[in-house]
């Protein structure tokens, strides 16, 4: 039954472990970006802008995962044609499967995200900036310098706890037809008739990465606190 | 551009599944709960085989989607003629009682690790002052450990709360008519997605909103040396 | 290269990448369809999405010279996500009924069977209800309609009936079964037949097309059609193609590809080898 070839349903499953990859770091890039914008938005000292990221993350936290990805597939084309046309394009627009799917997550995950970043960014030290700036540092060079690789250093607990949130929620895509592990696990179960086989296939496909993606994160929080004393 | 009177026919056909949403998260958070505490003693455990499973218990409900869980209980062992005659079968035979068994072995999972934190967090000076006053066993929990615990851990736990509402959104893709099973049911009949799950979605804000005030004031409650004098 | 520069980049390639204009797509006909409910299409070992009416759109496709695509769709967003311009035809064994016509058109007719019950063979209901029987039809309010009907909530009373969520047959329920049976909504006719084989539903209600050949397969060697099959009124007109409303081209090119198919025989052939009987309707 799990064969490799079209006479049984091996490759296909793996083909979506390949895609849940692929679409969970798709996801996750998209959910550091709006974080970082979320987080940056709430640091800054712009009221609207602070008022913004805390009404995304009101909504993001209060509204299941599955009605944003529901809402985004039936109303994406429509949000995309009304924002281009601010821009004077006119016509269809339209967002593939994949990409729908990886924004959905992405915006989902994204409030999470946000709040790691700027818990990260609070948790540098002042004593570090002020040295920085007595040392003649500012702005750019501060940020890139001092701030940037300590904040990176306190978030990376954090971020690696979003990765794996993200990449268990990209399972909830397949209700809009993505076929990755999760679609393809429920088409070869209602094909065969033995939905324990696959969906535990699926399960132990997820708890790979899972524990992969953990060594990974693992081995970069421990190159980002080489030099830190410990006790 | 949104159908307005339909979103109002919709609502108050919604809000009647807040009853089937709210009774699934009960349900699961107590369950959880009782699965939690002896998870979270049993993973710092000195028995190797308590730990053992703890962790792989642990393991594989936060390493795997909780999508791939209720399938798993739902369809999966529904297949298996011993599942069907064994005695569990009138429990796993209903939806009901089998997504009541994956939210709770799912929330089980997660708020071990809360709980096993909390208990973490009890700093070893006032265990040691509580034994040198006399305390000990049950006693010593009941009045020093399980409330220091129980404060460090509700932040987390709120966080738990909340998400254990959204996923009870799940619950209807195994036949159960909670919020957004009845707002699917709506969907096919309206084919305005759009509207009913902007509806759905309201309501569920809402709910998380309360849910969250309401752990907010027991946190207030709980620690009254932080509260502005 | 500073972070400002990566995210910008990265912003563009994704926008870019991700808002194909639709104008170098439109010479494609994106047909929706299921995939879970063979024979009428169905997802092979493969991943390939196969079954009578891939068979046809495929070959409409080709006698009108047009380049098709199938899109695999959830069957209760199938009308939504039609709507919503996630594809341009739906081709999923879809009834033409009065309720669908007001959101969408339909093309003609291509084939069309009566929704039946089935049932364990080992469940009372199976000699309660009685074997497969004559078909019904529902369009208007016949002695026949309402004695099949009185016989079929006699037995049905107080009983959980599946049926797949948006289909005409939870149609069926809601308009003449309510109250009489707990209906409970599932996602695919797949996913039934796992819940009847399970025991979690007395009956299930579905297309005849739907239950002979599952009857046929280890899947569901343990299930029997049972009692009247039921056809007309909210059953519909048959299954036709499905488009946007006022999309009278895509409308046409279905419409004049099944004419030119029926008239030559090579729809019959196709639920010959399908369904083995001849699903057809004019």
């Given amino acids: 039954m799990l064969a490799w070839g079209d006479a049984g349903w091996g490759d296909e499953m793996a083909r979506g472990a390949l895609v849940t990859l692929a679409v969970a770091i798709c996801s996750f890039a998209i959910s550091l970006i709006i974080g970082t914008g979320t987080a940056a938005a709430k640091l800054s000292g712009f009221l609207p802008a602070r008022l913004a990221a805390d009404a995304y993350i009101v909504l993001m936290r209060g509204i299941p995962d599955l009605l944003i990805i ?159 004393r410990r006790a | 551009m949104l159908d307005f009177a339909l979103m109002a026919e919709a609502f108050p056909a919604i809000l009647a599944g807040t009853g089937t949403t709210l009774k699934l998260v009960a349900g699961a958070l107590l369950c959880g709960f009782f699965l939690a505490v002896p998870t979270a003693l049993a993973a710092d455990s000195r028995s190797r085989i308590l730990r053992g499973t703890a962790a792989g218990y642990v393991l594989f409900f936060r390493g795997t989607p909780l999508l791939v869980q209720i399938f798993l209980i739902y369809y999966g062992l529904g297949q298996f003629e011993a599942v069907r005659a064994s005695i569990f079968w009138p429990i796993l035979r209903e939806p009901w009682w089998c997504a009541l068994l994956a939210l709770s072995l799912n929330t089980g999972a997660y708020t071990g690790e809360i709980v096993r934190g909390g208990l973490q967090s009890v700093p070893a000076g006032q265990i040691e002052a509580a034994r040198a006053a006399g305390m000990s066993g049950l006693l010593l929990y009941r009045r020093i450990i399980a409330p220091i615990a129980l404060r460090q851990a509700l932040p987390a736990y709120s966080n738990e709360v909340v998400s254990m509402i959204k996923a009870t959104a799940l619950a209807s893709t195994i036949t159960i008519m909670e919020i957004t099973g009845i707002a699917r049911t709506f969907i096919s009949q309206t084919f305005k997605p759009i509207e009913i799950f902007l509806v759905a979605g309201a309501i569920y804000l809402v709910l998380n909103f309360f849910a969250a005030q309401l752990l907010r004031a027991l946190e207030r409650h709980l620690s009254p040396h932080r509260r502005p004098i | ?207 005849y097309s739907y239950w002979l050949p599952a009857t046929e397969k280890e899947a569901g060697r343990n299930i029997a059609i049972v009692g009247n099959g039921f056809s007309g009124g909210g059953f519909g007109r048959g299954v036709g193609v ?41």
């Fill in chain 3, 242 to 282: 499905g488009v946007r409303k006022g999309d009278a081209a895509t409308k046409k090119i279905f419409d004049d590809g099944l004419a030119e198919l029926k008239k030559d025989g090579t729809v019959k052939a196709l639920a010959l080898k399908w369904f083995k009987f001849d699903a057809t309707v004019d």
């Fill in chain 1, 70 to 228: 529901y809402l985004l597939f039936f109303g994406g084309s429509m949000a995309l044609m009304s924002v281009a046309s601010v821009f004077g394009h006119t016509g269809y627009l339209e967002l593939p499967i994949f990409a729908t799917g990886a924004i959905a997550i992405g915006i989902a995950s994204g409030a999470y995200t946000g709040e790691v970043i700027r818990g990260a960014f609070e948790a540098v030290p002042k004593g570090q900036i002020e040295a920085a700036r007595a040392c003649g540092m500012s702005g750019f060079l501060l940020f890139r310098r001092i701030q940037a690789p300590l904040a990176l250093r306190y978030a990376l607990p954090g971020l690696g706890n979003a990765w794996q949130v993200t990449l268990k929620e990209t399972a909830l895509i397949s209700v809009i037809g993505l076929v990755e592990i999760m679609r393809q696990a429920a088409i070869a179960s209602g094909s065969t008739q033995q939905p324990f086989t696959f969906y535990f296939v699926a399960a132990i496909a997820y708890l790979g990465l899972t524990l992969l993606s953990n060594r990974g994160f693992a081995a970069a929080e421990a190159y980002a606190t080489r030099g830190v």
């Fill in chain 3, 1 to 207: 290269m500073s972070r400002k520069l990566v995210f910008a980049a990265l912003a563009g390639l994704f926008v870019a990448a991700a808002a194909l204009p639709a104008d170098a797509q439109q010479r494609t006909l994106r047909i929706g369809t299921e995939g879970a409910y063979a024979p009428w299409n169905a997802t092979d070992t493969a991943g390939k999405l196969v079954g009578f009416e891939i068979d046809l759109g495929n070959e409409i496709c080709k006698r009108q010279n047009i380049q098709c695509e199938w899109v695999a769709q959830a069957f209760d967003g199938i009308i939504p996500a039609l709507v919503a311009r996630r594809f341009d035809a739906i081709m999923a064994g879809m009834s033409i009924t009065e309720r669908r016509l007001e959101t969408i058109d339909f093309s003609q007719p291509y084939a069309g069977t009566p929704s039946i019950f089935a049932v364990l063979k080992t469940s009372p209901l199976a000699a309660a209800i009685g074997p497969a029987a004559d078909r019904v039809p529902m369009g208007e309010d016949t002695p026949a309609r309402k004695a099949a009907l009185d016989k079929l909530s006699a037995a049905l009373r107080g009983k959980t009936v599946g049926v797949q969520r948006a289909t005409i047959q939870e149609g069926f329920l809601n308009d003449f079964m309510k109250g009489v049976v707990t209906t409970r909504l599932y996602d695919t006719n797949e996913n039934l037949l796992l819940d009847i084989n399970a025991g979690r539903v007395d009956a299930g209600f579905a297309s």
